[in-house]
């Protein structure tokens, strides 16, 4: 079992930034490849940004253009997300998951792993 535990969203205005943490606990939690996913007011779950354990490569959706920063730390059991330059359009629940594996595939949502709970992110114009 893992266990996440997500924090640091909230209400900006467009432009503004955020800084997401995710705390993941549990057996073995370090041998799980970790990621973001948003899913925006009736939208779909889509990836946001990735990173493999292995090797620290990272993903990103295409929407995030160079805006955001996907980093961990391992000692740490701690998962980041730095958002720059938000728009309305990143309005969403931000969701921290945990995937057995130490490379992610693609930017598919996964079948099988573990999700924090999410936290709001919510950009006004």
């Known amino acids: 079992q893992v266990q996440l535990v997500e924090s640091g969203g909230g209400s900006v205005q467009s432009g503004g930034s955020l800084r997401l943490s995710c705390a993941a606990s549990?057996?073995?939690?370090?041998?799980?490849?970790m990621g973001w996913f948003r899913q925006p007011p009736e939208k779909e779950r889509e990836a946001v940004a990735l990173?493999?354990?292995?090797?620290?490569?990272?993903r990103y959706g295409d929407f995030v253009e160079g805006r955001f920063t996907v980093s961990q730390d391992k000692a740490k059991k701690t998962l980041y997300l730095q958002m720059n330059s938000l728009k309305p359009d990143d309005t969403a629940v931000y969701y921290c998951?945990?995937?057995?594996?130490?490379?992610?595939?693609?930017?598919?949502?996964?079948?099988?792993?573990?999700w924090g709970q999410g936290t709001q992110v919510t950009v006004s114009s």
């Open positions: 998951m945990a995937r057995l594996g130490d490379r992610w595939p693609n930017l598919r949502v996964p079948a099988f792993g573990y």
């Open positions: 549990g057996h073995a939690a370090i041998d799980y490849s």
């Open positions: 990173i493999d354990y292995v090797d620290g490569h990272t």
